[in-house]
């Protein structure tokens, strides 16, 4: 069996990738075993409304709200429309003309042209190019490892009459993205177009990652009662986080959250991975056109999924990640009221990981001018962090 391009994984980055090759007329196949996808994956509109979805965005959405709660010490109401996905229409609609096959990879052997892809089903494939969508990026190098994660406990619960969404503050036409009156975690809510309501005790990135147990306690403590039992469905959630970017000169190319996409600080990945897509897909039959093999088309490849802008971007998302983590629990509220009390264009730029590097810059010094001096103390206090910000290749 041969194909130009085999992308390994079918979550929402595999599959969007492969959705925009196809559309553009390359031979993609993905590799992976079928099943459905059972993460909440949301983002901020117009951050995916010109995405190439395969439908309209208002077909593929279970829940879509004009307004974001977010609490610090200070309740925010951002007029900024936030969207949650519909994972069986969105899977659907990017699958689409999509060829998967049904198995697991458990190698990638190269030759000077070719990739062979080795199937626990004992057949091997021939590509050009092998793509690693996995999230967790088996089949990719990296120079160091990470054993923090971003966590989160939540429960799905119906509206009525149940108390949860009341003692939650949850409201029809308001998304709670982030509510740290309960610190060191917060409280991330909303109420769907099914009626079910979604509350969920979540932890930023920490090394070790926060307890699931500890968040399950966390959120029955927020809310005064413990609603596992009667809930449609309970969401654990561990997003590994903190590993530095694999290594970028492999054959088998990274992409989405195996490739580093997840936001260092956030924990997000899908939204950045749907934007890549139409990148990346035109940077593969633009490498193919031009008769490319082997390392010569990984490289092209790699250089599209991370260019250098964004590498450098990276660099200061990572210490930003650093500093937040230098305060104290207390303080947590306060960073997030100056980070809110920014421009939305300065704080919009900061929640992506394909922001220019100065739009970051300008987003932290925004944050460093507006807490008090005790804090703007523990945002000078991490040197290396920094150091690798200045220096990210």
């Excluded at 951050?47 to 010490?73: F, H, I, K, Q």
């Excluded at 990572?318 to 509220?333: A, K, Y």
């Excluded at 925004?366 to 206090?381: E, P």
């Amino acid at each position: 069996m041969r194909h130009d391009i085999v992308i390994v994984g079918a979550g929402p980055a595999g599959l969007s990738l492969a959705h925009g090759l196809v559309s553009r007329g390359v031979d993609a196949l993905i590799v992976a075993p079928s099943g459905a996808w059972h993460a909440t994956y949301g983002g901020w509109r117009d951050d995916v409304a010109s995405c190439e979805l395969g439908a309209p965005l208002n077909a593929l959405v279970r829940g879509a709200w004009s307004t974001v709660r977010v609490v610090g010490r200070q309740e925010h109401r951002l007029a900024r429309p936030y969207v949650v996905f519909d994972n069986e229409r969105l899977q659907a609609s990017l699958g689409a003309g999509v060829r998967v096959l049904d198995d697991t990879v458990t190698g990638v052997q190269h030759d000077n042209d070719t990739s062979n892809v080795h199937l626990r089903s004992g057949g091997v494939i021939h590509a050009r190019l092998v793509i690693d969508a996995t999230g967790g990026g088996s089949l990719l190098a990296r120079r160091g490892q990470s054993s923090g994660a971003q966590t989160a406990y939540g429960l799905v619960v119906g509206d009525q009459p149940d108390e949860v969404p009341r003692r939650a503050k949850v409201e029809a036409d308001v998304f709670t993205l982030m509510d740290w009156s309960t610190p060191p975690t917060f409280l991330y809510a909303a109420r769907f177009t099914d009626g079910r309501v979604l509350v969920e005790e979540t932890s930023l990135y920490a090394d070790p990652p926060h307890d699931i147990d500890n968040l399950r306690a966390r959120l029955t403590q927020r809310l005064g009662v413990d609603g596992s039992a009667t809930a449609h469905r309970i969401e654990r959630v561990n997003i590994p986080m903190g590993a530095p970017l694999p290594v970028r000169t492999t054959r088998v190319v990274g992409f989405g959250a195996a490739a580093g996409y997840t936001h260092p600080v956030t924990g997000y990945s899908v939204a950045a991975s749907l934007r890549a897509t139409p990148r990346i897909a035109d940077a593969v039959c633009q490498n193919l056109a031009q008769g490319r093999f082997g390392s010569e088309l990984s490289l092209a490849v790699w250089a599209a999924v991370w260019p250098a802008a964004y590498v450098r971007t990276r660099g200061w998302h990572e210490m930003g990640l650093s500093v937040l983590q230098s305060l104290p629990p207390e303080s947590i509220g306060e960073f997030f009221d100056a980070f809110f009390n920014l421009p939305p264009e300065q704080w919009g730029a900061y929640l992506r990981i394909d922001s220019e590097p100065v739009l970051v810059r300008r987003a932290m010094l925004g944050v460093f001018r507006n807490v008090r001096n005790g804090v703007r103390l523990r945002l000078m206090s991490s040197p290396g962090a920094l150091l690798r910000a200045l220096g990210a290749r």
